[in-house]
């Protein structure tokens, strides 16, 4: 799935429609290449997943070329000759473009090799462990999705949306229907190539045959298969495959025994875990599902209100998953000096009533953010990505010394530190200067 870009806004649409889960705050703006959380998968075992590699048409299909072959001279470029192309497409029973791609898939596996302009059989032999089998699998399905900027589908549109397509069919078991597919592709085509009108009625009246016979490669490629209420899903293969790719590409993609280890610890334990860095968000789903809202979120604050800014960013992506039956425990967080404002926010996103929060609330809040960065382990602790316009991040960071956050001058160090643009570590030196100084005469009771 490297060389696709997922739109984030669509799929997390297609994931909320299709597997009927709240949807996300609308305030969120999707990244590119932001990391996803997707939901935990029971995968099948290696042994089974394994046993079933050599049954995948095109892995069939990839020995049988790789026995049809022999010895044989190829292209200056590593392609069997035009002639030679043609005679395999027809003694295999397959079209010249599957041919292309079993080829691909026979040399960059190993079962082909080119050596001095002739193909012959390569170093591997369908006779692997469990492990390199599956090795062998993750190297198949790495050289199909490669392929889509080359041309896998036949359809651009199909080819320039598969990751997110996948990713779709990844998050929801049970299968999408052929039409949600359609229109969730058109939606993304729509959004990042702007296409007008014209453009687009044309490639909507094409997309369901496209889409139908990329389904059908697809298909063939052992990557997904057709529930039997019609549903596309993938398959056991395919669901591994894709997992591995979505890790490989920073996503959250568990299973569920990498889930249920964190479903019964205690809240504090949860937090912890967060914190360090061995748990992601994935994990807060199952956590969640053991506990009412109300004990959730009581306990979740209880950590908060006495803790460090990193244990309340972890709280606060915690309770960003709960609705409002968890009202009553963040209410009573409004008692809380180190709460307070984070219960407001909360209870205003939700439309419920809430205290009105000051500019210097909301500078204390980017401070506290801030400061949990210093707490986090893992990769949002390593740069800090600038507010766009940058003017506005210098403005927040000539107001930090004022609200009396007790990590200010450690945030502010921090900036001047690790941030890229230097006007920014110059306002941030300058500001860290003041706050020492306001620090020192409250200290003295100045």
């Given amino acids: 799935m490297a060389n696709n870009v997922f739109d984030l806004a669509e799929l997390r ?21 932001e990391a996803l959380t997707f939901p935990p998968v029971l ?21 049988r070329l790789t026995s049809w072959t022999g010895t044989r001279q190829v292209t200056p470029h590593g392609h ?20 292309r791609l079993v080829w691909i898939v026979a040399v960059n596996t190993g079962l082909l090799q080119i050596v001095g302009g002739r193909a ?19 190297g198949v399905v790495m050289d199909v999705l490669d392929r889509a900027d080359d041309g896998l589908t036949g ?12 990713a779709t069919i990844y998050s929801v078991r049970s299968g999408v229907a052929t039409a949600n597919l359609a229109r969730g592709i058109l939606q993304s085509h729509e959004v ?20 139908l016979e ?36 920073g996503h959250d993609a568990p299973t569920t025994a990498e889930v249920e280890v964190f479903a019964d610890l205690s809240a504090a334990e949860l ?30 604050i209880e950590i908060a209100a006495s803790g460090t800014a990193g244990q309340r960013g972890a709280v606060g992506a915690v309770l960003e998953e709960l609705g409002p039956e968890a009202e009553l425990p963040v209410r009573q967080a409004l008692d809380h000096p180190l709460m307070r404002r984070y219960a407001a926010s909360w209870l205003h996103i939700r439309d419920l009533k809430a205290p009105a929060l000051s500019p210097d609330d909301h500078t204390w809040i980017a401070v506290d953010s801030l400061a949990a960065l210093m707490h986090l382990s893992g990769p949002a602790a390593v740069r800090i990505d600038p507010p766009e316009p940058g003017e506005d991040l210098i403005k927040l960071v000539g107001e930090m010394p004022a609200v009396g956050h007790p990590d200010t001058v450690a945030v502010l160090d921090m900036l001047a530190t690790a941030h890229d643009d230097q006007a920014v570590v110059k306002a941030a030196r300058k500001a860290a200067m003041k706050a020492r100084s306001l620090e020192h005469a409250r200290a003295h009771g100045g």
């Fill in 13 to 33: 649409k297609l994931i909320d429609e299709q597997a009927a889960v709240p949807p996300r705050p609308p305030e969120e703006t999707p990244v590119e290449h």
């Fill in 43 to 63: 995968p099948a075992s290696d042994a089974e997943l394994a046993k079933a590699v050599p049954t995948v048409p095109l892995v069939a299909d990839a020995i």
């Fill in 80 to 99: 069997l000759a035009e002639a030679d192309a043609a005679a395999a497409a027809a003694e295999l029973g397959l079209s010249a473009a599957r041919v």
């Fill in 120 to 138: 012959a059989r390569g170093p591997l032999s369908m006779q692997l462990t469990v492990e390199a089998t599956l090795e062998f699998w993750d």
């Fill in 155 to 166: 359809s651009a549109v199909v080819d320039g949306h598969l990751a997110e397509m996948l």
């Fill in 192 to 211: 990042a190539c702007a296409p007008g009108p014209a453009e687009m009625r044309k490639i909507a009246a094409a997309l369901p045959a496209e889409l």
């Fill in 214 to 249: 990329a389904l059908s490669l697809l298909t063939y490629c052992g990557l997904v298969e057709q529930t039997v209420a019609g549903r596309t899903a993938l398959t056991p293969l395919g669901v591994w495959a894709i997992r591995r790719d979505l890790l490989r590409e």
């Fill in 271 to 300: 937090v912890d875990a967060l914190v360090k860095g061995s748990a992601t968000q994935s994990a807060v789903a199952g956590w969640l599902e053991r506990r009412s809202p109300e004990s959730a979120a009581r306990d979740l």
